[in-house]
């Protein structure tokens, strides 16, 4: 059931986001999933990327790594047919944008997808271990996006607007692994600027009580060359 879902709402990263299904009564315990496109993902490199050969990673160093940051849809589906059980979605720009291209990948195997804890730890956060890897693969190269770890954290003062985790990042046999920290909404911000509302700040868009950073280079908004992202680790709150 989920892998139909995904071919007709996941195609590209623009899709409309989707109803969740999660129990509003009980706060403390809903693992509620803010639907949207408009995540924003910063990754942060723990390792060297080296070079896999027949799918064994050597010393042999390379130079392809992921982006610093980029939009991420981040979906939550409920299926009743199976006791209500969750899966989580995760969309990367990086995939989203090369998805049309790729015409030998089912689109189902584009996204990445994971099952989703009902209920939250002690720590407020929802799990999601282990993920199918996502992939495309175009004649200009092929990559994937193998995540773990994920942890969307729910605790009522912000609930379902941050995640964590851990990525293995591919690209035409370049690897290379990173720290996930995403929020929602992806908000543009003007580098260097000082006023609140263009920094990340009051005004800006994101929840007042985000600690946030704005990041050059990345393109979350039309027309924009910057975007706030986590300053740090999830949750990420001043």
């Known amino acids: 059931m ?3 879902i995904l071919k007709t709402t996941l195609v590209v990263l623009s899709a409309g986001s989707m109803l969740t299904g999660c129990d509003l009564e009980q706060p403390e315990a809903a693992c509620f999933v803010q639907d949207a496109t408009n995540w924003i993902a910063k990754y942060d490199q723990v390792d060297e990327p080296r070079l896999v050969v027949d799918g064994v990673v050597t010393d042999q160093a390379c130079e392809l790594v992921a982006p610093k940051a980029e939009l991420l849809g981040v979906y939550k589906f409920v299926n009743p047919d199976a006791g209500n059980a969750a899966t989580l979605a995760l969309r990367p720009q990086g995939l989203a944008s ?3 291209a790729d015409t030998t ?3 189902s195997e584009q996204t990445a997808i994971g099952n989703f804890a009902s209920e939250a730890d002690a720590n407020d956060f929802c799990g999601a271990p282990t993920f199918e890897s996502a992939r495309v693969v175009t004649a200009t190269g092929g990559i994937s996006y193998q995540f773990s770890n994920i942890r969307v954290y729910a605790a009522p003062n912000a609930p379902g607007t941050q995640l ?3 990525l293995t990042y591919t690209r035409d046999g370049c690897r290379s692994s990173y720290i996930v920290s995403a929020l929602w909404p992806a908000v543009g911000c003007i580098a260097g ?3 609140a509302d263009e920094s990340c700040g009051e005004g800006s868009g994101l929840n007042p009580d985000f600690a946030a950073t704005c990041l ?3 393109v979350c908004v039309v027309g924009g060359t910057a975007c706030c992202v986590p300053a740090k ?3 990420s709150f001043n």
């Open 193 to 195: 600027s000082t006023a």
């Open 98 to 100: 090369r998805g049309l």
């Open 2 to 4: 989920t892998k139909n």
């Open 233 to 235: 680790a999830i949750p």
């Open 105 to 107: 990948t089912d689109q």
């Open 164 to 166: 964590t985790g851990e």
């Open 216 to 218: 050059d280079g990345i």
